[in-house]
């Protein structure tokens, strides 16, 4: 199975969070807020949402930055993703 976001609609794959010491020791991120950090594995078409014209400026691969509160989370074949607007992203990571 596979997601297909509709509309506006963009499909993020959470950016696996991990905190690293001074002295190099990784501390997992268990007890951490989630990081707004995410890489777009899907996009939605675009075209007219709620009577405005929404070009995607967006793209699979993108790892972007994305509203703390925003979107739904949902689980599909042992993985977890986040279906967000693409007004929720608030940057592109280069």
């Known amino acids: 199975m596979k997601l297909v976001p509709l509309g506006d609609r963009v499909v993020l794959k959470q ?3 991990e905190e690293t010491t001074k002295s190099g020791i990784v501390l997992p991120g268990q007890n951490k807020e989630k990081p707004q950090q ?6 939605g078409p675009g075209g007219v949402v709620d009577g405005k014209e929404i070009k995607m400026e967006v793209k699979v691969g993108d790892q972007v930055i994305y509203s703390k509160y925003a979107g739904t989370d949902v689980k599909l074949d042992e993985e977890e993703y986040i279906v967000v607007r693409q007004s929720d992203i608030l940057a592109i990571i280069q």
């Open 15 to 17: 950016l696996v969070a």
């Open 38 to 43: 995410a890489e777009v594995v899907a996009v």
